[in-house]
């Protein structure tokens, strides 16, 4: 339907009579304009939560570069800590016990004021260590030595070395006390005793924490070597036929001399004798018969009583070897009866210098024997003289 007014216009529409929305016309530059379309209300929020993520992340960031340049300057610290010289004055001795964990050792180097600060050595050691282990042991720990120059000496296992000295011809049972009166070396030594001869004469290095019976090992294990080597290099005219018999008879001349070069002629002498079937007539045996392994004691003399009393090692009675060496022979007694001089002595005696005097008869050696009691005479004479004037005085 169409009305038309006064004026000749005609309005289109319902009317509004009729309740329905009329048109009203817009102008031509409005008709062309774009409408706004107003954004979704969920892409807002998208655009919100993406700045949120945005500054949550720029935080994140900024903690771990705070946290990057905190850990490198604590790091900077604790290797110029590491390496820088420690707080130690003076030399001082650490022991490092069996089974030491780096966190224990750490904190018994600061107990000791040998370092500043236990945390830096410990996780720094770990790092400089990768895998290998602080070795128990007593080391010397110089003054000023830093972190890594301690982790160095304790890696390599360089520990103070003590020594325990066992000179030729002790009995096993004299070795065992020496062993045994050492301070430094642990743990107990066997109850049963070795076998006589059977231990090497030598110097023993070891380190704080060994046992005795390591050095007991040591020195076992290094005389039978010893022993067959030598036996091995024996001269085939040896009137002895086991190796016990040859350290037997290693012990007797141990015991006869303590000069090196007389020993293969002394040798000489007992070899003879058992190839003739003369007895050995040795005194250190008779010593050994009559004391065993404590040996005789300095203040008592040899009588003549002795030489008759019966025992299995009295050279004077029995023929041939006694059943057990005396002693522990070292490498030059061993030497000596392995290849002995070529001589035709069947006799020796003191000559009063700390040597001996050999002789192929008994009409020499009795002579020999003669010069050697005139010795002893005149030097007890003149002693008797010089104590009488110090009395006088």
Do not use: C
Not at 301 to 320: A, C, R, V
Request: proline residues 6%; charged residues 25%.
């Amino acid at each position: 339907m169409s009305d038309t007014n006064d004026s000749g216009e005609t309005h289109f529409g319902r009317g509004e009579a009729s309740g329905q929305p009329r048109i009203i016309p817009k102008s031509a530059n409005e008709a062309l304009r774009p409408e706004q379309v107003p954004e979704p209300p969920s892409r807002r929020r998208s655009r919100k939560a993406r700045s949120q993520i945005v500054i949550f992340l720029n935080f994140v960031m900024t903690v771990v570069v705070f946290a990057t340049i905190i850990g490198i300057g604590i790091f900077y610290y604790g290797v110029k800590s590491y390496e820088e010289p420690g707080p130690l004055a003076a030399n001082t001795n650490f022991i490092v016990r069996s089974g030491a964990g780096t966190n224990e050792i750490a904190a018994n180097l600061e107990r000791n004021d040998i370092i500043s600060d236990s945390r830096v050595f410990r996780l720094l050691s770990r790092i400089y260590l990768d895998g290998e282990t602080l070795k128990a042991g007593e080391y010397e720990i110089k003054a000023g030595a830093s972190m890594r120059e301690i982790v160095e000496l304790l890696k390599s296992g360089k520990s103070i070395l003590y020594s325990v000295s066992v000179p030729e011809g002790l009995t096993v049972k004299q070795v065992f006390k020496r062993l045994s009166d050492d301070p430094v070396l642990e743990g107990d030594l066997p109850a049963e005793l070795p076998a006589e001869g059977s231990l090497m004469p030598d110097t023993y290095k070891f380190s704080r924490g060994t046992k005795r019976a390591d050095i007991l090992q040591q020195m076992a294990a290094a005389q039978k070597a010893l022993i067959d080597q030598i036996w091995e290099r024996r001269d085939d005219n040896l009137p002895i036929e086991t190796r016990e018999e040859f350290v037997t008879l290693a012990s007797i001349v141990e015991k006869e001399t303590g000069k090196a070069d007389e020993r293969p002629r002394v040798a000489s002498v007992f070899l003879n004798r058992l190839e003739k079937g003369m007895r050995l007539q040795s005194d250190p045996t008779i010593v050994y018969g009559l004391f065993g392994g404590d040996g005789k004691p300095s203040d008592r003399p040899i009588f003549q009583s002795d030489l008759e009393k019966q025992t299995p090692y009295n050279t004077y009675i029995i023929k041939g070897l006694p059943p057990t060496p005396i002693a522990n022979p070292g490498r030059a007694a061993l030497e000596a009866v392995a290849n002995p001089s070529r001589t035709g002595d069947l006799y020796f005696v003191a000559d009063g210098t700390g040597g001996h005097v050999f002789a192929e008869t008994l009409d020499e050696h009795n002579q020999n024997v003669r010069r050697w009691r005139k010795m002893e005479a005149e030097k007890a004479a003149e002693a008797a003289k010089e104590a009488g004037a110090a009395g006088a005085e």
